[in-house]
């Protein structure tokens, strides 16, 4: 049974950080790429971030790019989203994801085969 298991979620001020923290099991690790996605209030899920299974390539979107980190640590099973400089309008829940297929990463949400449950990231003005 596969499970993809988010922390290190909370609230911090504007300009602040944070670390996300997603535990793999029930699957080879180095055999998926992984990727962070977030959902603000009334808004449609949207990629932020992407990193292949070796790690090797990492893929942002535009919106964090130059603010966030993502990273993998392949005998832990575990990967990491590092937030900086964060704003009001990072605050969403974050969710990492699995993909099989595209050994790379990718944006497209769809290509994912597993979700975790989701970190809430609030960030105060």
């Known amino acids: 049974q596969v499970q993809l298991v988010e922390s290190g979620g909370g609230l911090v001020q504007a300009g602040g950080s944070l670390r996300l923290s997603c535990a793999a099991s029930?699957?080879?690790?180095?055999?998926?790429?992984m990727g962070w996605f977030r959902q603000g209030p009334g808004q449609e899920r949207e990629f932020v971030a992407a990193?292949?299974?070796?790690?090797?390539?990492?893929y942002y979107g535009d919106s964090v790019k130059g603010r966030f980190t993502i990273s993998r640590d392949n005998p832990k099973n575990t990967v990491y989203l590092q937030m900086n400089s964060l704003k009001p309008e990072d605050t969403a829940v974050y969710y990492c994801?699995?993909?099989?297929?595209?050994?790379?990463?990718?944006?497209?949400?769809?290509?994912?085969?597993?979700w975790g449950q989701g970190t809430q990231v609030t960030v105060s003005s």
């Open positions: 994801a699995a993909d099989r297929t595209a050994k790379y990463g990718s944006w497209l949400s769809d290509t994912y085969d597993y």
């Open positions: 990193i292949s299974w070796t790690g090797g390539n990492t």
């Open positions: 029930g699957l080879t690790f180095s055999d998926f790429a």
